[in-house]
């Protein structure tokens, strides 16, 4: 009885070690091989929170190999710098987000999603901010995360705009009109040309005496170079 007990315990230790390791990496304890480097983006400590709290909580089903398997994931993907500061990351192989990287001299822009349940979301962020993943979600697939500033007093990034890599099929660059004149966005659709997100160039009000209709500086002339360059629709698959 006390061997088997022994195992088990012994068991339930391995299993736990990659969540360690991940956390280590995650809230900065300098150790092993470099794991828990200071300058890890603190958007990675809440990723690998969320995907020890999802995989115990949701995922009860899950065998203890799977369990590890995915924990093994979730702390290859924490161990990753963000692409700032780095000449190619993973996440560069892929065309969204070489295209989006592009887009780094729009400025402040717009992101808006809408929940066909009932909600919008609207949210003020940069393309020029922190690229973190890609990273995998147990039965969704492929994510990747834009990372903003982080507040001082929170230590969590002030945005962010987690993406679905193997849902974003395509990218258009649409020109609207609204009730208070011409607007620019860029639409990431599914395969099925369904919006998974719009970004829109934001407004500069203060440089308009607080009225709309006013872009910042540069912004729209370098919307309209990457629609010339790209098209207005990009397969990105």
Same mark, same amino acid.
């Given at each position: 009885?006390? /061997? ?7 068991? /339930?230790?391995?299993?736990? &070690? ?6 280590? #990496? *995650?809230?900065?304890? =300098? ?6 480097? /200071? ?8 990723? *690998? ?12 089903? &899950? =065998?203890r190999r799977s369990f590890l398997r995915n924990m093994l994931g979730a702390g290859a993907a924490l161990s990753m710098t963000d692409s700032a500061g780095a000449e190619e990351t993973e996440l560069d192989k892929y065309k969204l987000v070489q ?13 808006? /999603?809408?929940?066909?349940?009932? *909600? @919008? ?6 393309? #020029? ?10 039965? !969704?697939? &492929?994510?990747?995360? @834009? *990372?903003?500033?982080?507040? !001082? ?20 660059? #649409? ?20 919006? @998974? ?16 209709? !006013? ?23």
């Amino acid at each position: 009885l006390n /061997s088997a007990r022994t195992m088990r315990t012994f068991l /339930s230790i391995a299993a736990c &070690l990659p969540i360690f390791v991940a956390l280590t #990496d *995650a809230f900065g304890t =300098s150790g092993w091989h470099g794991f828990g480097s /200071s300058t890890r983006n603190p958007v990675l400590r809440r990723c *690998a929170v969320d995907e020890c709290r999802m995989l115990s909580e949701h995922f009860p089903q &899950l =065998s203890r190999r799977s369990f590890l398997r995915n924990m093994l994931g979730a702390g290859a993907a924490l161990s990753m710098t963000d692409s700032a500061g780095a000449e190619e990351t993973e996440l560069d192989k892929y065309k969204l987000v070489q295209i989006m990287k592009e887009c780094k001299d729009l400025g402040i822009v717009r992101f808006l /999603s809408v929940n066909p349940n009932g *909600a @919008i979301l609207e949210s003020l962020g940069r393309f #020029d901010y922190n690229y973190v993943g890609p990273f995998e979600v147990p039965g !969704k697939g &492929l994510y990747m995360t @834009i *990372a903003g500033p982080n507040a !001082k007093e929170h230590l969590v990034a002030t945005f962010e705009c987690t993406i679905n890599l193997d849902n974003v099929y395509a990218m258009a660059f #649409d020109k609207l009109f609204g009730p208070t004149g011409e607007l620019y966005s860029i639409r990431l659709l599914n395969e099925k040309n369904d919006k @998974i997100l719009s970004i829109l160039l934001n407004y500069d009000i203060e440089g308009n005496g607080g009225k709309p209709g !006013k872009f910042y500086p540069g912004a729209v002339e370098k919307w309209q170079e990457l629609r010339k360059k790209y098209g207005d629709f990009v397969k990105l698959k």
